[in-house]
């Protein structure tokens, strides 16, 4: 019987432990890095939006931007996807304050992204997002949302666009 091979129970055990330890080290590191590419997704999927309502107030607004994601989706500015109002891990919204001829005023949008999954363990991001008519993309503070009123986005600092 003394010419058994295997492993032993305890050698098993070791082998566990290490295991878990690796796997304690590198999961936090995984999440951190799929809301590091959500964030970058919901930077890039603004500034689609932003160039989308640009595009729709000169060819189809009639000099107004389009007060929802769906009326850009529609004519093929964006894609279904970011019209549906969700896209990695973040929620999106437009909201627009049309042209005013007899008072002068301009017409006027914002566009807003928010985690989906905001302070919790499996958190979609950190960051909220915002970008108004004039194209500067600002971000909340971290554990934050955006808020825009079709003319402005508040709470944010802008990001070195």
Same mark, same amino acid.
């Given at each position: 019987?003394?010419?058994?091979? $295997? %492993?032993?129970?305890?050698?098993?055990?070791?082998?566990?432990?290490?295991? &878990?330890?690796?796997?304690?080290?590198?999961? !936090?590191?995984?999440? =951190?890095?799929?809301?590091?590419?959500?964030? &970058?997704?919901?930077?890039?999927? *603004?500034?689609?939006?932003?160039?989308?309502?640009?595009? %729709?107030?000169? #060819?189809?607004?009639?000099?107004?931007?389009?007060?929802? *994601?769906? @009326?850009?989706?529609? /004519?093929?500015?964006?894609?279904?996807?970011? $019209?549906?109002?969700?896209?990695? $891990?973040?929620? %999106?919204?437009?909201?627009? +304050?049309?042209? +005013?001829?007899?008072?002068?005023? !301009?017409?006027?949008? #914002?566009?807003?992204?928010? /985690?989906?999954? *905001?302070?919790? /363990?499996?958190?979609?991001?950190?960051?909220?997002?915002?970008?108004?008519?004039?194209?500067? *993309?600002?971000?909340?503070? =971290?554990? &934050?949302?955006?808020? &825009?009123?079709?003319? +402005?986005?508040?709470?944010?600092? /802008?990001?070195? @666009?």
């Amino acid at each position: 019987m003394k010419n058994q091979k $295997g %492993f032993s129970l305890i050698e098993l055990l070791i082998v566990v432990v290490i295991i &878990g330890i690796i796997a304690a080290i590198a999961i !936090p590191n995984l999440l =951190a890095a799929r809301r590091s590419a959500n964030e &970058g997704s919901a930077i890039s999927s *603004l500034r689609t939006t932003h160039g989308a309502q640009m595009t %729709f107030q000169a #060819t189809s607004g009639g000099g107004n931007y389009a007060t929802s *994601l769906g @009326n850009l989706a529609t /004519p093929g500015l964006i894609d279904s996807v970011l $019209g549906s109002g969700t896209k990695s $891990g973040y929620a %999106f919204s437009t909201t627009a +304050v049309a042209l +005013v001829t007899a008072t002068g005023t !301009p017409a006027t949008f #914002t566009a807003i992204g928010n /985690p989906t999954q *905001l302070g919790t /363990p499996m958190a979609t991001g950190t960051r909220g997002f915002c970008i108004a008519t004039e194209g500067v *993309l600002g971000a909340s503070a =971290a554990g &934050g949302a955006s808020t &825009g009123d079709g003319v +402005v986005c508040s709470g944010t600092t /802008p990001l070195n @666009n």
